[in-house]
């Protein structure tokens, strides 16, 4: 009888073990380390994530929607102007020739906002366009042309929004010798 009450005891001992040695390790698998993740193996931890809206290694649709959103992209309490979205657009180098030239340079007169700018500008409004490629590119060598619809929208500070004006535009693209296609010109026409 004591052989066999030692023989329990020593099975419940290493069963304790067991069960101490298993809680320990499911818990570490749920938990992890404090060291975080370990890089994956043939990566750089530390590589450069790239700027969505910079044009190199974009396609033309991607520099035109870019660019065309940005354009459109007003924030009439801080903006005098729709000039300055241009503006912002040429400093994010999506811009070229033409359209870049007249984004450096502030107009003297500046553009004559839209009729609701004094509005948004009092209430704090900002208005976002969602731009979109309306087909694929047509190239030719160096210069391409986009086909875009962009839509605007007033956002209001207290989180609502108002659909405002619906465009289409002709985006024409140039790419430089590194291969960086760059927004040149575009043509609107309002649709709604």
Do not use: C
Not at 25 to 37: E, W
Not at 39 to 57: F, I, K, R, V, Y
Not at 82 to 90: D, F, H, Q, S
Not at 97 to 126: F, K, Q, Y
């Amino acid at each position: 009888m004591r052989e066999n009450k030692g023989i329990a005891i020593v099975i419940g001992v290493v069963v304790a073990l067991v069960l101490i040695v298993g809680v320990v390790f499911a818990v570490r698998q749920s938990v992890g380390n404090d060291a975080g993740p370990a890089a994956a193996e043939g990566h750089d931890s530390n590589h450069h994530h790239e700027d969505p809206l910079s044009p190199e290694h974009a396609d033309p649709q991607t520099v035109a929607t870019n660019a065309m959103s940005m354009i459109f992209s007003w924030q009439p309490a801080r903006d005098r102007s729709g000039w300055e979205a241009l503006n912002r657009a040429g400093q994010a180098d999506l811009l070229t020739g033409v359209l870049a030239e007249a984004a450096t340079t502030e107009p003297i007169p500046l553009p004559r906002p839209a009729a609701e700018w004094a509005a948004w500008s009092r209430s704090g409004d900002t208005l976002t366009a969602a731009a979109t490629a309306e087909s694929a590119p047509s190239i030719n060598g160096t210069t391409a042309t986009v086909d875009v619809r962009i839509r605007q929208v007033v956002l209001h500070p207290d989180g609502g929004s108002t659909p405002y004006k619906t465009s289409a535009a002709e985006v024409t693209l140039e790419k430089d010798a590194s291969g960086t296609w760059r927004a040149a010109n575009y043509r609107i026409e309002e649709t709604g």
